[in-house]
């Protein structure tokens, strides 16, 4: 290229930067324009409402709204959207509606919204579309959140993300208050599968994938859905481990480990918060401003607005008791930062918040920064424009290749624990014996968030999908399957005839877990697995016959008895309405396992640790000795690890580096493997963890091939939080790991590091 030519293209560049630049402020410009014009023409109580969120129940039949089949209330409508001004609803009923009820409720909400209100500002509805469109009836439902951060992959993440936001478009809802970033290190909280696992980088990883797959480039696309991140932030690390309980979490240990997946989740643009329901450090969500106020909407410079969690604010007062009367408790959570109230189920939020801009003791500005961030998503939603479902959705929704996707999901979610001599896959011609509580069980497979909030009524499943024993029957015979259920979750029911069919068996599927659940009603006094399960396991073992343990559960519940006897152990978590298939599938070698743990597999209840062991942790006769540990899972083949490379042996602040290792399939099945990159920062000012997960991938290789692998890590990635509670870098050594290798090297400088530049982003 001559001088002129390159110097064109430079000044080429700039040009379009400028103007790309200057498309996005015009942009922003007419956007605020746009927001500041409906502030001027709103009244004080038009704004009000706008903060309020009620669910549907409040405007639906019934005299707790909660009449089946469902429907609206015209009357009660009108109230809310016309003399309370609501901005949002929420929710479903008592169990999901299909497609048609869910675009029949949209189209009467927003007829009344955008037609008969002075200011036709759309209703925004917002709903809980945990593992696909949950709430609508016949959606494809994926593998919970936990067992889909079990794959390490990024693509399936993006997929399920995208498939979920066309669903739930179809139900003609825009808004889906999930992923959960919040990370889950507490074993025995309820809620632990709806996070993506313990480690920070899988964590901001998946979920921001994910993010991108609801969301697009845009969210305001017609197929597209905005996502919520939350529960901002440190609610699932409960002390006592139950639901909506106190964690004591230190500003460090917030910083460290609880907001860099926030952030990623920003980063990827979501734009909508909801807020940890719970307390830390003695400061409820709702009431911390430092939290909310501060580091969300300064530091890490959130411009979208937050939504408070259900009846959360009025809690300050009835159950925290920080706020000495119910009023006090709406002040002291909009001066906290929280910008739309969760209600739900009246409209004394409006009132008081009334009351509270009246007496002057919410300011103006904060009610008017509130309402600008709510328009704002409104707007970038295309809710003005498209207020309605686009009945053009319909014919996208549930469509086969979903299915097809899911299931895909659902098998490389599957995490095999143990595989004794190589008894998995079963030969297709085995008679086998499927015993457990989990076995014929759809919701077992899919547990809270599914049709009901707690997924436990297994006659509203649909009909066509099958649960593990049926998928099995389907695959191999009916005629070579014995079904005997041994026990329930917690109760025996013949022990005796499943021991008598194992012995005319040639394998034992034995199906244990938990049964469906979601938050509070989840809550458990011991991570141990209910004794009659492990009694039934353990009948099992002792017919010598191989015993092949299938987990279908939400946490890791401790199985320690019954480990050593069992032939194979199939960690399957909640796999959704494909699971029953994809775990056949695996049983068979159909599919090859290759999921990974995303979380830590305690051996016993007191032992609860996360990989990331602080030096005192594993120190003096300590150690990191749980029964499976993170990033654990076993494939039907074997892989080999070679050449790991590094191409600088010393970095500056500025400088990549880069880690390769080439990894190769020695097995003679096909096969995927994740590739784990984890870092340690040899010494530092703050102690510093055993090793952190810097980087991963999931590689696919035929029998005998190989694949380089690279990793870049720069500065960011090896910063931690400093003794002054800011993200700072130390010089010094740092020891880069992928499976059994390790190699060196050095980092030169030192320097403080934004908290909007903080770790976990590939
Ligand atoms: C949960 C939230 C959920 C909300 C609305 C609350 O009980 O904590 O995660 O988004 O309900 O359904």
């Not at 704004?47 to 009357?75: C, N, W």
């Not at 949002?88 to 048609?100: E, F, T």
């Not at 460090?252 to 450090?281: C, K, Q, W």
């Not at 991963?696 to 035929?702: G, I, T």
């Amino acid at each position: 290229m001559t001088m002129l030519k390159i110097a064109m293209t430079i000044v080429g560049s700039l040009l379009l930067i400028g103007a790309m630049r200057g498309t996005d402020s015009t942009a922003a410009a007419s956007l605020d324009r746009r927001v500041q014009d409906l502030l001027r023409q709103m009244t004080l109580e038009e704004k009000v409402g706008q903060m309020t969120q009620v669910t549907i129940d409040v405007v639906s039949k019934g005299v707790d709204g909660r009449l089946e089949p469902h429907e609206l209330d015209s009357a009660k409508l009108d109230r809310a959207i016309l003399q309370y001004h609501v901005g949002s609803i929420l929710n479903v009923g008592p169990a999901g509606y299909s497609v048609d009820h869910w675009n029949e409720v949209i189209t009467t909400i927003q007829d009344v919204a955008t037609r008969r209100t002075r200011l036709k500002i759309p209703i925004l509805y917002g709903i809980d579309a945990v593992h696909g469109a949950n709430y609508t009836l016949g959606a494809t439902l994926f593998p919970q959140p936990t067992a889909l951060a079990a794959t390490w992959n990024r693509e399936l993440a993006s997929r399920t993300g995208e498939i979920t936001a066309v669903e739930t478009r179809a139900s003609g809802i825009p808004w889906n208050f999930y992923p959960v970033m919040d990370i889950g290190r507490q074993p025995l909280w309820p809620r632990l599968w709806e996070t993506f696992g313990e480690d920070v980088c899988l964590t901001s990883s998946m979920g921001g994938a994910y993010i991108k797959g609801l969301q697009g480039a845009d969210f305001g696309a017609r197929d597209k859905v905005a996502a919520c991140l939350k529960h901002y932030a440190g609610y699932g690390f409960p002390m006592t481990g139950k639901d909506r309980t106190a964690a004591w979490i230190s500003e460090r240990m917030l910083r460290e480990y609880f907001l860099p997946p926030f952030e990623a989740g920003i980063r990827a643009g979501a734009p909508t918060v909801m807020v940890n329901s719970a307390e830390v450090d003695g400061i409820p969500g709702h009431a911390n401003h430092h939290l909310i106020t501060e580091v969300l909407k300064g530091e890490l410079k959130f411009d979208g607005f937050v939504v408070s969690d259900w009846q959360d604010v009025q809690r300050l007062h009835t159950r925290d008791r920080v706020a000495s009367s119910p009023k006090e408790a709406v002040r002291m959570a909009i001066m906290a930062g929280v910008d739309m109230s969760m209600v739900p189920l009246d409209f004394t939020f409006f009132d008081l918040l009334l009351e509270c801009a009246k007496d002057g003791s919410v300011a103006a500005s904060r009610i008017d920064d509130a309402v600008g961030r709510i328009l704002k998503v409104k707007i970038r939603m295309g809710l003005f424009e498209r207020p309605y479902p686009d009945p053009s959705l319909k014919s996208r929704f549930a469509e086969g290749s979903s299915a097809r996707q899911n299931l895909l999901t659902a098998q490389e979610a599957i995490t095999l624990l143990k595989n004794q001599n190589g008894v998995l896959p079963l030969a297709r011609t085995a008679r086998v014996l499927v015993t457990g509580p989990t076995a014929n069980s759809l919701s077992a497979l899919n547990s809270g968030w599914t049709i009901t909030w707690q997924g436990n009524e297994e006659a509203r499943y649909p009909k066509d999908k099958l649960t593990l024993l049926r998928a099995l029957q389907s695959k191999i015979g009916a005629e070579r399957v014995t079904y005997v259920p041994g026990t329930t979750f917690d109760k025996p029911v013949d022990i005796v005839a499943a021991v008598d069919a194992a012995r005319r068996a040639d394998a034992i599927v034995a199906c244990l877990g938990e049964r469906a659940y979601c938050e509070t009603p989840g809550n458990i006094d011991d991570l141990t697995l209910d004794d009659v399960q492990l009694i039934l396991a353990n009948a099992m073992i002792k017919t010598g016959k191989p015993v092949i343990i299938v987990l279908i559960e939400g946490r890791p519940r401790i199985i320690r008895p019954v480990v050593d006897g069992a032939a194979a152990i199939l960690m399957a978590y909640l796999p959704g309405m494909e699971g029953g298939n994809a775990i056949a599938d695996v049983l068979v070698g159909d599919a090859n396992p290759s999921g990974k743990l995303p979380i830590t597999y305690p051996k016993y209840p007191n032992a609860l640790q996360t990989y990331d062991a602080k030096p005192a942790d594993l120190y003096d006769g300590n150690t990191y000795a749980p029964q499976f540990p993170f990033g654990y899972g076993l494939s039907y083949t074997t892989f080999s690890y070679s050449d790991m490379t590094i191409d600088r042996t010393a970095m500056g602040l500025r400088d990549t580096v880069h880690i390769a290792i080439t990894v190769k399939n020695t097995g003679a099945r096909p096969g995927k493997e994740v590739v784990q990159l984890y870092v340690r920062d040899d010494y530092g000012s703050v102690s510093r963890p055993d090793r952190q997960l810097k980087g991963f991938a999931k590689v696919s290789l035929e029998p005998g091939e190989g694949t380089k692998v690279s990793f870049a890590l720069t500065s960011s990635d090896l910063s931690f939080v400093g003794i002054p509670h800011a993200r700072i870098v130390e010089p010094g050594t740092f020891t880069a790991m992928i499976d059994r290798f390790a190699v060196p090297f050095t980092l030169l400088n030192k320097a403080s590091v934004p908290m909007t530049d903080a770790g976990g982003k590939r």
